[in-house]
């Protein structure tokens, strides 16, 4: 069965450092998501892409949050300079007819 | 927008008993909703999911119900097992917007 995939499973990461959070979503999506979940909260969107273009982002993806898909694979999240309440689970997703598929999510810690 | 609300941060069930998870959302534009599973330290993984011209839709051992007037989403699990012990949240969809409510956890006691 296709999944989403992301790596690093765990990052952990000292604050101001710039992490990159790759994902490979399922090869025939067209929308791409990365969402975050603070440790016992919601899951909360961050961005979504769509045609190699950013379609919507949260006020959480601020200047110094990037997304790129690099290839025709890859879907990655930078984080220029993280902080301390950068700290969370960040999962990946993808659809292609309003269904989401999750990633297993790469957890950071920011120290 | 949409703000997406769950009604008990933890439930507690016998196992065989039938489990009822409730979720309230706001915007009424909101046309598809989907219930996820998350099990500690992995992704949201989808159970069921309901679009607004329906008001019930049953998958083996889960029912999710709509009540498109009061804005209310449930889903009820049958016979739970321990197995079904994670945190369940919905998610209102429109404009191929996902919101997420915070989620209910299942304890199933055996």
């Known amino acids: 069965e296709p999944e989403v995939t992301q790596t690093p499973s765990h990052q952990v990461t000292q604050m101001g450092q710039e992490v990159i959070l790759r994902c490979v979503p399922i090869s025939n999506h067209l929308y791409f998501y990365w969402y975050r979940q603070i440790l016992g909260q919601k899951v909360e969107f961050l961005v979504s892409?769509?045609?190699?273009?950013?379609?919507?982002k949260s006020e959480i993806f601020d200047d110094q949050f990037s997304v790129e898909r690099p290839d025709g694979s890859n879907f990655t999240l930078k984080i220029r300079s993280t902080k301390l309440e950068d700290s969370a689970m960040y999962f990946c997703?993808?659809?292609?007819?309003?269904?989401?598929?999750f990633g297993e999510g790469s957890r950071l810690t920011v120290l | 927008g949409e703000s997406v609300g769950l009604h008990l941060p933890t439930l507690s069930v016998q196992e065989g008993d039938n489990s009822i998870i409730n979720c309230a959302y706001s915007n009424s534009a909101s046309d598809y909703f989907i219930w996820y599973k998350q099990e500690s330290g992995k992704g949201p993984q989808f159970i069921i999911d309901?679009?607004?011209?329906?008001d019930k839709r049953q998958g083996q051992r889960v029912t999710v119900l709509l009540n498109k007037t009061v804005k209310h989403l449930s889903l009820q699990i049958a016979a739970t097992q321990p197995g079904d012990s994670a945190v369940y949240f919905c998610a209102a969809i429109n404009f191929n917007k996902f919101y997420f409510g915070s989620g209910t956890k299942l304890n199933v006691k055996p």
């Open positions: 309901i679009r607004s011209n329906m």
């Open positions: 997703a993808s659809s292609v007819d309003g269904e989401l598929f």
């Open positions: 892409f769509y045609n190699n273009e950013i379609s919507e």
